[in-house]
């Protein structure tokens, strides 16, 4: 295992920043992350781990240790009837394991097809789409302590998943590497059509009851649709969380904006399309120099090209003042600002 300096991390982050890794190095292996736990070198400069880079904002040069987890593999660890335990590496992308399960009839994730990233960052912020998040199919995770090497079993409890949330982003941030994650995967599968976008697609196509097959082509067209290609436009997908809040403001806000749409939650708190809320202020489709808010889809901010991170960051807080401005809400970053 080779550490490189002073490495172009352009490749490694969708949004496509020119920044800089002091080092880099890549690991292929347990043992290969066991080893760089192990020596000092590691000890003397700070760490950024990377699947697929596609949920960070590279701020500034990286001045430490970049690791580029590489860990692959998908192993069917045991089954019953009803279930089926998949056990995947954390540097496995995670649209292939997607892929993997709808290609066996294993349901339970085709409804997260094509977001971007690996395994190992599934977890981290508890990912979804479509009415399906990463937690509904969790089983346990095999996590390394980054300082002492002990490797941990988290379950679904110890993560502590929320919306785009889990110790990993709190409590644990920076501690461990997730090595890899155990899903339970449904041999019978049932299609979950709830979301709008889903059943429309799928009216479209005249299917009235969709294979799994069928339901992960439906969200792959509709997200191909919606949201930028990072291949060909630099992103990192939703830039911001969509926004919780009281049900007073929620009613307040319905007074004004009769066709705001809003999703009650159990706690009696409402949640809000912060692309929405976004498009309201007028930046849909708005370019400011190298970056600007996309034309299908005001939550996701773009790279034009040549945007610096310091430049996509300083618009997306014009963003979010705009918004809280004219709604009084506080968009909070779900992409990973890294300085
Ligand atoms: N909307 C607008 N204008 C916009 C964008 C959205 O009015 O520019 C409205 C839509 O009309 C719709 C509502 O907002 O009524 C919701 O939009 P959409 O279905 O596109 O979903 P979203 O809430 O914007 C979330 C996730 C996405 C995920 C989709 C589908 C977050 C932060 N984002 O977006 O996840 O793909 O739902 O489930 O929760 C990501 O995390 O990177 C991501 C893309």
Redesign the pocket.
């Known amino acids: 295992m080779s550490v490189l300096e002073y490495l172009s991390l352009k490749p490694y982050n969708t949004f496509g920043i020119d920044a800089c890794a002091r080092y880099f190095c890549r690991v292929q292996t347990k043992e290969d992350m066991l080893h760089l736990i192990a020596d000092e070198f590691q000890y003397h400069h700070k760490q950024l781990i990377i699947g697929g880079g596609?949920?960070i904002l590279l701020c500034d040069d990286y001045d430490g240790l970049v690791i580029k987890n590489e860990i692959t593999g998908i192993e069917k660890i045991k089954e019953d009837e009803v279930f089926v335990w998949l056990k995947s590496y954390s540097g496995t992308v995670w649209h292939d394991l997607v892929m993997y399960a709808v290609q066996h009839n294993y349901g339970g994730i085709e409804?997260m097809a094509l977001?971007?990233g690996t395994v190992g960052a599934a977890p981290m912020?508890n990912?979804?789409?479509?009415?399906v998040e990463l937690k509904d199919v969790f089983v346990e995770l095999e996590a390394i302590d980054l300082q002492t090497g002990e490797q941990h079993i988290f379950d679904k409890a110890a993560c502590d998943f929320g919306?785009?949330h889990s110790v990993f982003k709190t409590t644990h941030k920076g501690q461990y590497f997730i090595y890899s994650v155990t899903l339970r995967l449904s041999k019978h599968p049932q299609p979950n059509v709830a979301?709008?976008?889903i059943r429309k697609t799928l009216a479209e196509w005249h299917i009235s009851s969709p294979s799994i097959k069928e339901l992960a082509d439906a969200v792959m067209h509709?997200?191909r649709s919606?949201?930028p290609d990072p291949a060909v436009l630099g992103n990192?997908?939703?830039?911001?969380?969509?926004p919780e809040v009281s049900d007073a403001l929620a009613a307040d806000l319905l007074a004004q904006y009769p066709d705001m749409?809003h999703y009650p939650l159990p706690d009696n708190r409402v949640?809000i399309?912060?692309?929405?809320l976004?498009?309201?202020c007028g930046w849909?489709g708005k370019r400011v120099g190298h970056t600007g808010?996309?034309a299908?889809?005001?939550?996701?901010i773009v790279n034009y090209g040549d945007a610096s991170g310091p430049e996509i960051w300083q618009h997306a807080q014009e963003v979010q003042a705009s918004v809280q401005k004219k709604f009084g809400i506080l968009l909070d970053a779900?992409?990973n600002i890294v300085r």
């Open positions: 596609s949920n409804n977001i971007p912020q990912i979804g789409a479509y009415g919306y785009r979301y709008g976008d509709i997200r919606k949201l990192a997908g939703s830039f911001f969380k969509n749409p949640k399309p912060a692309g929405w976004i498009e309201k849909k808010n996309h299908q889809q005001a939550l996701v779900e992409v």
